[in-house]
């Protein structure tokens, strides 16, 4: 499998989480891109998250944690240019559809976080990308994983992807 340049039959892909690490700076966000980059990372991930997508309207703390982190499209752009002059993959976790589409031109491929490994929609949207699939299995058993592998690959199929994904 490739993502990107890197060949991941010959090469391991270090990949630094900066998640919400930059806790809603993003000069910190940039500079921790920048710092990955020089440490010898081969990508940065980040967590594409719109608070009012991922929890109910109820739980106005973690809305407001949440929104505390949350970047702008504009931004992981930016993010995502930023990791292009340093030479180093972007990646960034999308939590809802409309994220997920946005990130696709932005992204070689896409991680999956292992809460939504049985959120099909968002599952079919990025496969429909074609773009390669780093799934997180989290506490899922091999069968859900399974059945995880096997969703993506029949969208893929139905759209004519010619993909591989190893389990």
């Known amino acids: 499998m490739r993502i990107a340049e890197c060949d991941l039959e010959r090469e391991v892909l270090v990949i630094a989480e900066i998640g919400n690490n930059h806790e809603g700076d993003f000069a910190l966000a940039e500079d921790?891109?920048?710092?990955?980059?020089?440490a010898g990372a081969g990508a940065v991930k980040f967590q594409t998250i719109v608070p009012e997508r991922l929890v109910g309207a109820d739980q106005t703390d973690r809305l407001q944690q949440?929104?505390?982190?949350?970047?702008?499209?504009?931004?992981?752009?930016?993010?995502?240019?930023?990791?292009?002059?340093?030479?180093?993959?972007?990646?960034?976790?999308?939590?809802?559809?409309?994220?997920?589409?946005?990130?696709?031109?932005?992204?070689?491929?896409?991680?999956?976080?292992?809460?939504?490994?049985?959120?099909?929609?968002?599952?079919?949207?990025?496969?429909?990308?074609?773009?390669?699939?780093i799934l997180s299995t989290g506490l899922l058993d091999l069968e859900g994983v399974r059945q995880t592998k096997a969703y993506v690959e029949q969208t893929w199929s139905a759209q004519g992807?010619?993909?591989?994904?190893?389990l």
């Open 32 to 38: 921790l891109v920048g710092l990955a980059a020089r």
């Open 66 to 133: 949440l929104g505390r982190f949350r970047f702008s499209y504009e931004q992981f752009t930016r993010l995502s240019q930023v990791a292009a002059r340093e030479k180093i993959l972007f990646l960034s976790t999308p939590f809802d559809l409309e994220s997920a589409r946005f990130l696709a031109p932005l992204v070689p491929a896409f991680k999956i976080a292992s809460g939504d490994n049985t959120f099909y929609p968002l599952l079919e949207t990025v496969a429909r990308t074609g773009k390669p699939i």
């Open 161 to 166: 992807i010619a993909q591989e994904m190893a």
